[in-house]
């Protein structure tokens, strides 16, 4: 995924926000937010999109949480597999125009990834700037949100953990700098 879209995590984190801002046509901006209950939050926009990271995470949690929320932005320029594209387009949409199948209902703004209950969401409202929350609200602007516990399996999650892997965590372009060498060169007893 990463080398179709051209994402390059040698060069670092922002190197990899700028390519996903400039595949998407517009900014994205990385804000730090008191999050109750949740360790991220992406915010689509028509002009910017925002990527929410809690304040008190630890460094390497804030780019795993960055570049979860990230994945969400991503997705929306991949799509489906070819396979799914096509069995939607050739076997479910006809048998919903010829009434044999009834149509899904859309999925929610929020995503897979609400984690939302009635005494969460105005903790999380409070947290957030007011004129993103009247944005998102007055303009049904979608949201994904990423709880305290993600399942490893979540592809927004499965793309954060492989890229962060691969991602130079350190300001030496070489990739040989101390945080890149300590993790590539351990042996067993070091």
């Not at 804030?62 to 991503?74: A, F, P, S, Y």
Request: hydrophobic residues 40%.
């Amino acid at each position: 995924m990463a080398k179709k879209l051209g994402l390059r995590p040698d060069l670092g984190l922002p190197a990899i926000l700028d390519r996903v801002a400039a595949l998407r046509g517009q900014p994205i901006e990385v804000e730090y937010a008191p999050l109750p209950r949740s360790t991220g939050l992406c915010v689509f926009g028509d002009t910017s999109d925002t990527l929410f990271v809690h304040e008190d995470a630890e460094p390497l949690h804030e780019v795993l949480i960055t570049l979860h929320e990230l994945w969400h932005l991503i997705e929306d320029l991949v799509g489906p597999p070819l396979p799914v594209h096509l069995w939607r387009r050739l076997v479910i949409r006809p048998l919903v125009r010829c009434g044999l199948m009834k149509a899904k209902s859309p999925r929610s703004a929020f995503g897979d990834h609400s984690v939302f209950e009635l005494d969460n969401l105005q903790d999380v409202l409070k947290a957030l700037p007011p004129e993103l929350v009247h944005d998102v609200v007055a303009n049904a602007r979608p949201v994904k949100m990423r709880g305290e516990h993600n399942h490893g399996r979540d592809p927004a999650e499965v793309f954060a953990r492989s890229m962060l892997q691969r991602l130079a965590l350190d300001d030496d372009a070489s990739g040989t700098g101390a945080v890149t060498a300590s993790l590539d060169h351990r042996r067993t007893g070091i």
